[in-house]
């Protein structure tokens, strides 16, 4: 394990990046491809390379298992939440046109926080699925020996 | 894409029939794999190539999706299932031929249904009248989106993302029920030491 400096290297190289594009995926959404499905599982694919480099308990240490599973409730309670607040502002449940001072500029609001809870619990729900798999490995293998 | 001159259209055309054809010998090459490692990575490689046909068609966000869950991230969970189950796949039971003529059936079914749909790309297509020009040209305006694709997933059709949301959520519910709550099965002597990880 000590062998691979090279996979290491540019795995510290390349991670920031991934994020950063996860990121832009999120946030350029309205105006090219992408939006929250997309930047979810690209975060969490940032994650989940960092595991595959330098093992799934530093991974663990990173983004923690407890912390993944609460944001996997976050992220739906969060799309929700708009719902329900779009419902106190006097409007239906998911009507955006509420939410800001003119229509336009209530959709991006709107739009802004359904995505942001659609990246969370993507980002988060393929994290943890990928941390019970590699952690029963893990498991299996200790059992093994 | 779609409006560009005749030898372009062509070129478009030669393009999905060549990615295709690769798709169709990356799905034979999976049905005689044995070895399981190699049709995880066929399959990843299916999935790369359906992403390039999904740009060819224009979806380039179905393509984005594509290229991250299908190839990516499936592919790295598919590693981690056969590393525990063993990477060869054992012989079958059955013949196939039974298998073989029920596939066979209904695929000639679906290709007999295709030819009741309307031309590929065609204007006049029922889907391309309901409400597909409101959302082209009302959706900037009203929700101030360019990005039509985001417009409908987010604003238009906002109820049927947030049911996706929870699909994903549920999704990962199930997981951690199937596999998440193993320590309660293992032995008192063993529980101790592996806890500390």
């Known amino acids: 394990m000590r062998l691979d400096i090279i996979l290491r290297v540019l795995a510290k190289l390349l991670i920031p990046f991934a994020l950063v594009f996860g990121l832009y995926v999120q946030f350029h959404g309205d105006y090219g491809p992408g939006g929250g499905f997309q930047a979810g599982v690209i975060v969490a694919a940032a994650v989940i390379f960092y595991a595959l480099i330098y093992g799934l308990p530093a991974a663990r240490r990173v983004v923690p298992t407890e912390v993944v599973q609460t944001l996997m409730a976050v992220g739906v309670l969060l799309y929700s939440g708009v719902g329900i607040a779009s419902i106190l502002l006097g409007g239906n449940y998911l009507d955006y046109f509420v939410l800001g001072a003119d229509p336009v500029s209530g959709q991006h609001r709107g739009i802004f926080w359904v995505e942001m809870g659609v990246l969370i619990t993507v980002a988060s729900v393929m994290l943890k699925i990928f941390y019970v798999f590699a952690g029963r490995r893990r498991d299996a293998e200790e059992t093994e020996e | ?197």
Not at chain 2, 29 to 52: D, E, H, K, P, W
Not at chain 2, 116 to 132: K, R
């Open chain 2, 1 to 197: 894409m779609a409006t560009g001159s005749r030898s372009e259209i062509i070129l478009e055309e030669l393009t999905a029939v060549v990615l295709l054809t690769l798709m169709g010998a990356a799905a034979i090459g999976m049905a005689r794999q044995r070895n399981l490692y190699g049709v995880v990575l066929l399959s990843g490689i299916y999935s790369f190539l359906m992403a390039t046909v999904m740009v060819v068609l224009d979806a380039v966000d179905v393509a984005m999706t594509e290229a991250a869950v299908g190839a990516g991230i499936s592919t790295v969970l598919l590693f981690g299932a056969i590393h525990l189950t063993g990477g060869t796949e054992s012989k079958p039971i059955h013949r196939p031929w039974l298998p073989l003529l029920v596939v066979a059936a209904t695929g000639a079914m679906l290709v007999y249904g295709t030819l009741g749909l309307p031309a590929f790309s065609d204007p006049g297509a029922p889907i391309h009248q309901h409400v597909a020009p409101r959302y082209l040209t009302e959706g900037p305006v009203k929700t101030g989106v360019p990005n039509v694709v985001t417009a409908v997933l987010a604003s238009y059709r906002g109820f049927d993302t947030l049911g996706e949301t929870f699909v994903v959520f549920t999704a990962g519910i199930g997981v951690i029920a199937l596999l998440g709550r193993r320590r309660p099965r293992r032995p008192i002597d063993k529980a101790g030491e592996e806890n500390k990880e």
